[in-house]
């Protein structure tokens, strides 16, 4: 059961500190999607990957926030330093070229409280 | 104004009764339509997708579409306590990977 994986899957940190997530997508996908989720912003995306290369990262504030493709099993999204209005949920999703919602495929989800 | 707009609810509806949720969106050339089911604490899953004007029905779930209205909306049938979530609507444009969501119906079935 091919499944997006996400670690960690809850992560409390202090002001100031560096946050770290990482997704695995589905082994085959080479399009990848970060979004973050809040009760009053609701979903929006962060930024997405093909082939490892970032295609649009405008919805990331850049001064904090930095996402990298290591290699095509691993995606990365770092906050530095954190701050408490990051907080919210983060999804990873991955699908194939030229996927659309129909085959977007999301993780778990990592829950972030900065304190 | 935002780009997908959805009625927060919370939408209550009685088991066994139809559930109406409605999403209208901004850009004119957005042309492929997706409803996500949200359980609480979980990751979005998509339930429907639409691409023409007219209805699509898969079970109990019904989508519509009318895009000279801006309009897309799901029906389901026969409701059950296991449909209470949040359903999101999301919008792109033809080969464009990017989904733009709504904020979501939070919809509770009341047994």
């Known amino acids: 059961d091919a499944r997006v994986t996400q670690t960690p899957r809850h992560k409390v940190t202090e002001m100031g500190q560096e946050v770290t997530m990482r997704c695995q997508p589905i082994l085959g996908h080479n399009t990848v999607f970060w979004y973050r989720q809040t009760m009053m912003q609701g979903l929006e995306l962060l930024a997405y990957?093909?082939?490892?290369?970032?295609?649009?990262d405008s919805g990331m504030p850049k001064d904090r926030f930095s996402a990298e493709m290591p290699d095509a099993t691993l995606a990365t999204l770092k906050i530095q330093p954190s701050e408490p209005r990051d907080s919210a949920v983060y999804f990873c999703?991955?699908?194939?070229?030229?996927?659309?919602?129909?085959?977007?495929?999301f993780g778990p989800g990592t829950r972030l409280l900065v304190l | 104004q935002k780009e997908v707009e959805q009625n927060s609810g919370p939408l209550s509806v009685p088991e066994g009764a139809i559930a109406s949720l409605n999403c209208t969106y901004s850009?004119?050339?957005?042309?492929?339509f997706f409803w996500y089911r949200q359980y609480s604490g979980k990751s979005p899953e998509l339930i429907m997708s639409?691409?023409?004007?007219g209805d699509k029905e898969d079970g109990r779930f019904t989508a519509q579409l009318n895009k000279a209205s801006q309009y897309v909306s799901l029906l389901i049938r026969d409701s059950q306590p296991s449909d209470s979530a949040t359903y999101l609507c999301a919008v792109n444009n033809f080969g464009n990977e990017k989904l733009t969501f709504g904020t979501g119906t939070r919809l509770t079935i009341i047994p």
């Open positions: 999703a991955s699908g194939l070229p030229g996927t659309s919602g129909e085959t977007q495929y």
């Open positions: 639409i691409y023409s004007n």
């Open positions: 850009d004119r050339v957005s042309q492929s």
């Open positions: 990957f093909r082939n490892r290369a970032p295609l649009d």
